[in-house]
């Protein structure tokens, strides 16, 4: 029995020394904006936001860092050109904020601006995932398939969030705030109309420059919080004009 225990401590320091570190690179598409009626009669300024949704999907990609025990995601940093303000708003609001998680501290922030300032917002909450044994294959990795319940605040009703992690890839974390599952989130579908897939994986020991906790912002305790803040600074603009 002592052999025994003295094995497991002997491979885990094995395991703790050979930490690795990896980036996935992630797209965003929305099945119904890429799916459209054609026949289907729709306003001028309708078919002004599908495109300007289709433009910006292709055009968004983002990066998850991560090793043992932290992550980030964040967008990639892309000179935009010969796009209209109406893309590049749409780019924005489909890629606001990086999140950082630290599983062995518990932390889960989310580094963002609303009006010129910059905020750190806390978003932890347990995520109580239920792993099914349905399965496919992404990326020539096999995906089990997880759900998770959550509501929605403005109708209250309750949908599902569904991501397919791969055990083969040890790594605890995936997209946006998303994690927690036995193995990296190669796609994460967050409702109907939106879903994160990954589109390559890098495993590497190198040291990753770009895994380190947001600290320049305004500390906000938890998502309501900023979610009231928002609300206060655009009611206030909204009067200014």
């Not at 025990?69 to 590049?88: A, C, I, M, W």
């Not at 759900?147 to 974390?173: G, Q, R």
């Not at 912002?217 to 919080?225: A, K, L």
Request: hydrophobic fraction near 30%; include cysteine.
């Amino acid at each position: 029995m002592k052999h025994f225990i003295v094995l497991i401590f002997f491979s885990l320091s094995i395991i703790s020394a050979q930490t690795q570190k990896g980036k996935a690179t992630y797209k965003l598409k929305h099945p119904q904006i890429d799916v459209v009626d054609t026949t289907k009669k729709t306003s001028t300024m309708g078919n002004q936001i599908t495109e300007s949704i289709k433009t910006a999907q292709e055009l968004i990609a983002f990066n998850l860092a991560f090793n043992n025990k932290e992550s980030v995601f964040y967008r990639e940093e892309k000179l935009y050109t010969n796009l209209d303000k109406f893309t590049k708003g749409m780019i924005d609001i489909l890629s606001k904020g990086t999140y950082y998680s630290n599983i062995a501290t518990n932390e889960k922030l989310k580094s963002t601006s609303f009006d010129n300032k910059n905020y750190i917002v806390n978003i932890y909450q347990p995520q109580p995932w239920k792993i099914t044994d349905t399965t496919k294959t992404i990326l020539g990795y096999t995906c089990h398939k997880a759900t998770l319940t959550k509501t929605n605040k403005k109708t209250t009703k309750d949908y599902t969030v569904e991501a397919w992690f791969s055990k083969d890839i040890p790594y605890y974390f995936g997209p946006d705030e998303y994690n927690g599952l036995p193995g990296l989130i190669l796609e994460l579908k967050l409702n109907p109309k939106q879903t994160i897939y990954c589109t390559s994986v890098q495993l590497q020991s190198k040291k990753n420059k770009l895994l380190t906790k947001p600290t320049e912002g305004t500390y906000i305790n938890s998502n309501e919080e900023f979610e009231d803040i928002v609300k206060t600074l655009a009611s206030k603009a909204k009067q200014k004009h």
